[in-house]
């Protein structure tokens, strides 16, 4: 149990265009989960906390109009990167926290964007 | 404030050999969980093992081993008889009762030499 899948698993595509990436919990209810972004050989940095039916709470220093995030049932939560540019090519991992899983977040494949 | 640190940035062994990863956080919760995770190349986190702060028994799971030692802060990980397969990116992170956020560690890049 306790199953989270991201889609696409990565993703190619031209500067100034959007991209979305879909984070769900296969086999749990989520209402909270968290958006964070890799770059290489770094750790994780955590972007934003999706909750169920409200605004995402941003991290200071993502601007929140270029990293849209949707979470609008307790299985998906979609973060979109609008007009991408390449320094926005990174890891992008999402996760999903287990409220009947004693508060644990588990955390999807990831998805890999690269702007050209 | 709450920090974790990962002091080894790289790590290399040869296979066989026993390696310690060390983790040292920083907290003023009493109630926290301690997490290691690994990250192989593909790049999807591996769970390995949750430790809240009121159980110090040091944990064995087949070649890996946890220390847990809350008088320095410390929540090492011990590989024995390393493989190649063990090769990853290591993360030890934290997370405070109070927060629901996880604060991580830069990791640990661990390579097993054949």
């Known amino acids: 149990g306790a199953v989270v899948s991201q889609h696409p698993s990565w993703v190619i595509c031209k500067s100034g265009t959007s991209v979305k990436i879909e984070c769900r919990s296969l086999d749990f209810q989520a209402t909270t989960m968290f958006w964070y972004r890799q770059f290489p050989k770094q750790s994780l940095m955590l972007m934003a906390t999706?909750?169920?039916?409200?605004?995402?709470?941003?991290e200071q220093g993502v601007e929140k109009d270029k990293f849209l995030i949707n979470h609008a049932s307790l299985t998906l939560s979609t973060l979109t990167v609008t007009s991408a540019h390449p320094e926005d090519s990174s890891f992008y991992i999402c996760?999903?926290?287990?409220?009947?899983?004693?508060?644990?977040?588990?955390f999807g494949p990831g998805t890999r964007l690269t702007v050209l | 404030a709450q920090k974790v640190t990962q002091a080894q940035t790289e790590i290399s062994v040869v296979e066989k050999e026993d390696v310690t990863l060390d983790c040292v956080y920083e907290?003023?919760?009493?109630?926290?969980?301690l997490f290691w995770y690994k990250q192989p190349p593909s790049g999807e986190l591996v769970f390995l093992i949750r430790r809240n702060s009121f159980d110090e028994q040091n944990e064995i799971s087949g070649r890996y081993s946890w220390n847990f030692q809350k008088s320095t802060s410390s929540f090492n990980f011990t590989i024995t008889a390393s493989q190649v397969v063990d090769s990853a990116v290591y993360f030890c992170?934290?997370?405070?009762?109070?927060?629901?956020?996880?604060?991580w560690g830069a990791g640990t890049k661990l390579i097993i030499k054949p």
């Open positions: 907290t003023r919760d009493t109630t926290y969980y």
């Open positions: 999706s909750n169920e039916g409200s605004k995402a709470t941003y």
């Open positions: 992170a934290l997370l405070e009762d109070s927060n629901y956020q996880l604060i």
């Open positions: 996760s999903a926290l287990g409220l009947a899983h004693n508060n644990e977040q588990f």
